[in-house]
């Protein structure tokens, strides 16, 4: 194949990938919105965000930035479905289904702020934030990769739940997907969302769920049917799976050993049709997945929900490897987060309205996107304290993207050169901006 040939159609795809947000995502503030979009990716580790004016994909003036952040129009529905048609087509394809925060402790004028979880590195220190939540669903293409592309990124007001948001994020996905026969998409979340209150209202969708559920779970069979029926209601239960019981588990349905380059060896144990006790109507598979197994002291086990879709493709094969495969490409969303709050700033600026924050963090979200499809055709030119790679992380493609960003031009049109504005009136009164109060949920009943 004609190397040449192969980089120029990468070019054009990423080229038709810019126009296309350009005319259709973006609407008022379009022009200005590429150019930061271009300033994101070429600015590298971003400490101030008026700094993005001075990147030379941003050719206008630094005022331009906020008029764009504030001014700017973006349709979120076609971002999400347009993203959604970037994942490749076919085989077996995984997400990641994750939160985090954008923390505004001081930002007193923007409401609904709430206390979120937010880790941080001190050793006393608490890990809880007054600021922003935000739900990420990311399509992972490698499991132990750097790589988490978002499809979807919603803030979570404070009348939802995360796991609420993330219903209608994968509902969302799985309608832009629905008209591919020979895929099957595969959503992977962590522990809080490994419910049947998240569980159910999913049945039937196009897409398989891999969720983790908490060890001390305690769940039942489907009852066996008397051989003569008897008076009065029907068994919902049957026995009980009690996880930090042994004896009450019996024979699994499948059992698979392996040995994986990464994790040593693994052994997964599936049941399958098992139910809560309150939720007889969400059957799930359970898999218990033990890692190095070599070890003296092996790592705990964890426990996996499986809710199928209705069909699978018949060209596909779905064990117990490929959805405990699904559950490690989760990993790759925890780095993401991190490059996008590190290098392209996902929340250094302080804007003063929340819905300002949303649009910078789509634009953030496509950067991302834009380095992804520059990777097979950006060369590694190290700094002279790093060693070369092969497979590039996206800070080394962000590294490198300057040298070729030339090649992919711009949609956006030149600025024209502006008046000067005339600025505050003179004994104009300034009003005071409103001040608000955290909001604190409160638990969801049972």
């Not at 590195?121 to 608490?126: K, T």
């Not at 019996?250 to 049709?273: F, M």
Request: aromatic share 10%.
């Amino acid at each position: 194949m004609n190397k040449k040939k192969t980089t120029q159609e990468y070019i054009n795809k990423i080229i038709e990938f810019r126009q296309e947000i350009h005319a259709n995502g973006f609407g008022k503030q379009r022009d200005a919105l590429s150019e930061v979009l271009d300033a994101i990716c070429l600015t590298g580790a971003l400490s101030s965000f008026p700094l993005l004016s001075l990147s030379k994909g941003f050719q206008r003036q630094w005022h331009s930035l906020y008029k764009a952040m504030e001014r700017g129009t973006l349709d979120d529905e076609w971002l999400s479905h347009h993203l959604a048609q970037q994942v490749p087509q076919e085989g077996i394809q995984y997400y990641s289904l994750d939160g985090t925060a954008w923390p505004r402790p001081r930002a007193r004028t923007m409401d609904d702020r709430q206390y979120v979880y937010h880790p941080t590195p001190a050793i006393n220190g608490g890990s809880v934030c007054v600021g922003y939540p935000y739900s990420l669903l990311d399509w992972v293409p490698e499991a132990h990769r750097s790589w988490s592309l978002s499809v979807s990124i919603k803030r979570i007001p404070s009348q939802m739940t995360a796991g609420e948001m993330g219903i209608a994020q994968i509902k969302e996905l799985s309608k832009s997907r629905a008209d591919l026969q020979n895929v099957l998409d595969i959503v992977a979340a962590d522990g809080k969302y490994g419910n049947a209150k998240f569980l159910r209202p999913l049945q039937g969708q196009n897409c398989g769920i891999a969720a983790r559920l908490r060890r001390d779970r305690v769940l039942y069979r489907v009852p066996e049917q008397p051989k003569k029926r008897k008076r009065g209601r029907p068994r919902v239960h049957g026995k009980r799976f009690a996880f930090k019981e042994p004896e009450t588990w019996e024979v699994p349905d499948e059992v698979i050993t392996l040995e994986h380059s990464k994790l040593g060896q693994v052994k997964l144990e599936r049941w399958n049709n098992l139910h809560g006790k309150s939720d007889a109507d969400v059957p799930m598979d359970v898999i218990r997945a033990s890692i190095h197994l070599e070890r003296d002291k092996p790592p705990r086990p964890i426990w996996l929900a499986w809710q199928a879709p209705p069909t699978i493709p018949s060209n596909l094969v779905v064990n117990t490897q490929t959805i405990w495969q699904a559950y490690v490409h989760r990993w790759p969303v925890e780095p993401g987060i991190r490059f996008r709050k590190q290098r392209l700033g996902w929340t250094t600026p302080q804007f003063q309205h929340k819905e300002t924050g949303d649009r910078w963090s789509w634009l953030v979200v496509l950067a991302f996107w834009l380095l992804f499809l520059s990777r097979p055709i950006v060369e590694d030119h190290p700094l002279p304290w790093q060693k070369p790679q092969r497979k590039l992380t996206p800070q080394r493609v962000q590294q490198s993207l300057p040298l070729i960003f030339a090649q992919f031009g711009s949609p956006a049109r030149k600025p024209k050169v502006r008046g000067k504005p005339p600025g505050w009136t003179k004994g104009r009164r300034r009003t005071p901006k409103q001040r608000f109060k955290v909001v604190k949920k409160q638990p969801a009943s049972a």
